[in-house]
């Protein structure tokens, strides 16, 4: 289990996470989650998962990851979030 680091302190919300990584687990995955505070003090949680295996998986997601949370920070718009997700990744 992994306890991730830098999930915002917010004086109306406990937020806990955690990540189950299996047991014979060898290579980094594509699986991420995420909590935006977004620009009107509301939260965003975020969910994402590229498939495979390995380096490739996890840099992808990565650059997921970081997409999909500027375009929440810029406007809250979950939607233009999203879009820009798909832009990048038909770019990748």
Known sequence: ????????VLPSIDIYGRFCVPDDAVEPGGSWFDVVVLPDDRV???????????LTA??????MRGVIRAG??????AVD???????H????
């Open 81 to 87: 979030a999203l879009q820009l997700g798909d832009i």
């Open 44 to 54: 965003a949680l975020v969910v994402g998962e590229v498939p495979g295996i390995g």
């Open 72 to 77: 929440l920070r810029r406007d809250g718009d």
């Open 1 to 8: 289990m992994v306890q991730p680091a830098g999930l915002p």
């Open 58 to 63: 996890a840099v992808t997601a990565a650059q």
């Open 89 to 92: 990744a038909e770019d990748t």
